[in-house]
C-alpha cells in the first residue's frame, strides 16, 4: 500500500480559489490521501459552504487567524494524529497536475534523507511560464530568491535547493517530529525559508521533484499584501538573519535596510511614505521582539471620529489577515 498523504490547506476567505483547488486534488491519482483544511477565521462561510457541498475533507476552525505557520502547524498536528508518513502543504490558490502527489510520494521514497520535495511551480494564468523550480539564499545579506534560471523538463531527476516555497511543500512527518513546525514568530512569509534552513542544518535534504507540477494563482495572494510587504518582509528576514546568520547578521541589517530604503526612494507620494513608514516599523519589531500579527493601532487624526478610526482600524485588520503570500 502506498505510504499515507495528509493534505493540508489553510484557508481565509477565497472560497471560489478553495473549491477549485479541491476539484483539482480529488482529481488526483494518488490512491492513499486525505485532506484537512483548516479554516483560519474565515468571514465568507468558507467552512459551512464545504460542509454544505459535502466534500471529503475534514475541517479545523481556528479561533482567529493564526497565520500561514499557525495554520499549517494546526494541520501538521492533525496529519500526526491521522498517522499520516507525508504531509502535503498546499496553498488554496493554486491547481495541481493528476500525478503531482504521486511523483513527489515517489521521489521522497527513493531518497530517504528526503525532508521536503516540491513540485514545479507554474502562473496558473500563465501555465507555460514557470513561477518557481528553485531557489537562491545568501543569509549574511538576508536574501532569499527563485532562481529563474532553472528550467527543468519533466524527465529531469529531482534536485537539492536551498529552500522551497511554503505554496506546496511535501513534508516527511519523521523530519517535522525532529525538528518542530514552522516558526510562529514568523507569521506570514520567510517562514518557508527558515524552516528549509532548519531541516538542511539537521541533515535533512530540501528538494524540487520536475515530475510533479502545480499552478498557483500568483497575484491573487500577493495582492491581500499590499501595504504590509514591507512590514513582514523587513521584520522576518531580519529574524531568520538572526537565527542563522551567525557573525554576518550585521551584514545582513545593512542590507535589509539599504534593499527597503532604495525601494522606498524609487516611489513616490504614498507608496515612498508607506514603505518609509513600514520598514521603519519592521525594524522597531524585530528589535523589541514582537513577532507574530502587525499590531495594528490607530487614533482619531483632527475631524475624524471614533467610529471612522475604528474603521480603519477594521480595515487594515483585514489587510493583515493575508495568510499564503509568498517573498517578492
Not at 546568520?245 to 507620494?269: D, K, N, T
Not at 478610526?309 to 517573498?327: F, L, P, T, V
Amino acid at each position: 500500500m502506498k505510504p499515507k498523504v495528509v493534505v493540508i490547506i489553510v484557508i481565509w476567505n477565497g472560497l471560489e480559489d478553495t473549491l477549485e483547488c479541491l476539484r483539482s486534488l480529488l482529481q488526483n491519482e494518488y490512491p492513499n490521501f486525505e485532506i484537512v483544511v483548516v479554516d483560519n477565521g474565515s468571514t465568507d462561510g468558507s467552512a459551512e459552504a464545504l460542509r454544505e457541498k459535502k466534500f471529503p475533507v475534514r475541517i479545523l476552525s481556528a479561533s482567529s487567524n493564526l497565520g500561514f505557520t499557525g495554520g499549517n502547524n494546526l494541520g501538521l498536528a492533525e496529519a500526526q494524529r491521522m498517522g499520516a508518513r507525508y504531509a502535503f502543504l498546499l496553498n488554496n490558490d493554486t491547481t495541481l497536475e493528476k500525478g503531482a502527489i504521486g511523483a513527489l510520494v515517489e521521489a521522497a521514497e527513493a531518497r530517504e534523507g528526503a525532508g521536503i520535495c516540491a513540485p514545479v511551480m507554474h502562473y496558473f494564468d500563465e501555465p507555460s511560464k514557470i513561477w518557481f523550480a528553485g531557489s537562491r539564499l545568501s543569509l549574511n545579506r538576508a536574501e532569499a530568491s527563485h532562481d529563474l534560471s532553472i528550467h527543468p523538463n519533466r524527465l529531469s531527476a529531482p534536485y537539492h535547493t536551498p529552500w522551497v516555497s511554503g505554496c506546496a511543500m511535501l513534508v516527511r512527518m519523521v523530519a517535522v517530529e525532529q525538528i518542530g513546525g514552522f516558526d510562529d514568530r514568523f507569521y506570514l512569509t520567510w517562514e518557508d525559508v527558515d524552516w528549509c534552513v532548519r531541516m538542511r542544518a539537521e541533515g535533512w535534504f530540501v528538494m524540487v521533484v520536475p515530475k510533479a507540477r502545480i499552478f498557483h494563482k500568483c497575484a491573487r495572494s500577493g495582492s491581500r499584501l499590499k501595504g504590509i510587504r514591507s512590514y513582514y518582509a523587513v521584520r522576518n528576514s531580519l529574524l531568520l538573519a538572526s537565527k542563522h546568520a551567525g557573525l554576518g547578521y550585521c551584514s545582513a541589517f545593512v542590507h535589509v535596510m539599504a534593499r527597503h530604503l532604495r525601494a522606498a526612494l524609487r516611489g513616490r507620494g504614498q507608496v515612498r511614505r508607506e514603505i518609509f513608514s513600514t520598514t521603519f516599523e519592521g525594524m522597531r519589531d524585530h528589535f523589541l521582539g514582537r513577532y507574530g500579527a502587525r499590531r495594528v493601532s490607530a487614533s482619531p487624526s483632527k475631524g475624524q471620529s471614533a467610529s471612522d478610526c475604528n474603521d480603519q482600524i477594521s480595515a487594515k485588520a483585514r489587510e493583515m489577515d493575508a495568510i499564503g503570500a509568498d517573498k517578492p
